[in-house]
Structure formats: C-alpha cells, structure tokens
C-alpha cells in the first residue's frame, strides 16, 4: 500500500499540477479573492478521482493486479489519498482565508465556514465517484465526477450574485427561475453549504465522514467482484 501511495502522490506533486494551484494560490493572497481558494479546494478534490483517470488511461489498474498486493490495499490506499488531499485543501484554505481574513474583516465563525466548505468538497467527490469506478471502471464515474464538479462550481458562483452587479442580477433570476417545490436551487444551495451557522456545516462533514466510510465499503464490495 505504501507503494501505491507514493506512486499516487509522486504524480500529483507534478509540474503540471503544482504550478497552477500555486499560481492560484498567490494570486488569491495577492488580489485578496477568497473564490480562488475555493478553486484550489475543487483543483485538490479531483485529484483522487484523476489519478484512477490515470490508472485506466495506462492500464495500471489490470497491471498492479499481478504485484503483491491485496484489492483491499488497492482500495484503501485511494481512500488515503482522499484524506490527503481533504487536509492538503484545509491547511492551503485556511492559510489563504487567514491571510485575507483583515481585508474582509471575516470572524472565526466566517472562517471556519470556508475551511469546512473545503473539506466537504474533497471528502463528498471520491466518496460518490470512487465506489461507481472501482465496481464498474472510471468511463462509468467520469460522469458523476462531471455533475459534481458543475455542482460545487455553482456554489462557488452562487457567491458572486449580488444584485449590484449585471452578472449577480442575471444569475440570480436564472436560479430563482429553477424551483423545487417552495424553494429555489439557490436557497437550497446556500442551506447546504452557505448556512449561516457553523453547526450545519460541522454536521455535513460529520455526514460526508460517514458516507466516506460506506464508500469505502461499497468500493471493496465492488471492486472485489469486478473481473479483469
């Protein structure tokens, strides 16, 4: 497993992937933009489910099915990597939003909301994209990983329709026209992730945790009965 790890981590720590997430980081410290933290947090997210795009991409994954190496360890060393990168995206987030926090006077509450968004993002895309991969190959997960990544765009987005600009005017009609029985996707968009108490978002990573748990369970269970 500890070779699996390395070898996952080696190509994340790429040129390729390191020099836009520093570009962005330095550019939301200097130009003071929470929302590019928020895309270091999506950038990060992804890279677990990148890495098995690599796997399939090099059939790696038919060729470590002949190493030492247990299905157990195949897919607990993904879940790992999760973790990694949920604490690399709080520890880039929380830095960034520290730096920032004076020139929007953000509180601890404000704060933690950020951290805690980020964590969310990087837990909930490998535990809903990883068990649908493992049990039937990343063709099939390359299709929620899509609808996931649009999903916490528009959350991110969602921040920027304030009705004093042109853009946030027309967003915010185009939400507001999306219903869903007496709310609008936007209002259910800012209960799950924009609530205005930190208690919420502490219970939806608490709920992600445990939803990482039974993928991780539904990963093994899928990928132990999947034939190469």
């Known amino acids: ?24 980081m330095l550019a ?26 690599r796997d399939a991409v090099s059939r790696w994954e038919t060729q470590q099915m002949m190493l030492p190496v247990s299905r157990f360890c195949i897919v607990t060393e993904k879940y ?17 939003m520290l ?28 535990a809903l994209v990883c068990p649908v991969s493992f049990r039937f190959g990343y063709d099939k997960g390359r299709g929620i990983l899509f609808l996931l990544i649009v999903f916490f765009a528009v959350v991110t987005a969602s921040e920027l329709a304030v009705p004093e600009t042109e853009f946030g005017t027309v967003y915010a009609k185009l939400l507001s026209s999306i219903s869903l029985s007496s709310m609008t996707l936007r209002d259910i ?19 992600t945790l445990i939803l990482t748990f039974v993928s991780w369970l539904l990963s093994l269970w899928g990928f132990c009965r999947r034939e190469f």
Not at 1 to 24: F, H, R
Not at 80 to 96: E, F, S, Y
Not at 190 to 207: A, E, N
Request: charged share 10%; proline share 5%; net charge neutral.
């Open 28 to 53: 939301g410290m200097i130009l003071k933009l929470p929302y590019l933290f928020a895309c270091i947090a999506l950038f990060i997210a992804v890279m677990p489910a990148d890495s098995m795009r």
């Open 189 to 207: 968009l800012r209960i799950l992730l924009h609530g205005g108490s930190y208690k919420m978002i502490l219970i939806s990573v608490f709920c």
């Open 80 to 96: 790992l990597l999760t973790l990694i990168c949920a604490a690399a995206a709080v520890l880039l987030t929380g830095l960034g």
């Open 99 to 126: 730096w920032i926090a004076p020139a929007y006077q953000l509180d601890s509450e404000e704060l933690l909301l950020w951290v805690m968004r980020a964590c969310l993002c990087c837990l909930l895309i490998p």
């Open 1 to 24: 497993m500890k070779g699996l790890l390395c070898k996952d981590l080696t190509e994340m720590l790429s040129p390729v992937n390191l020099i836009p997430a520093a570009v962005a």
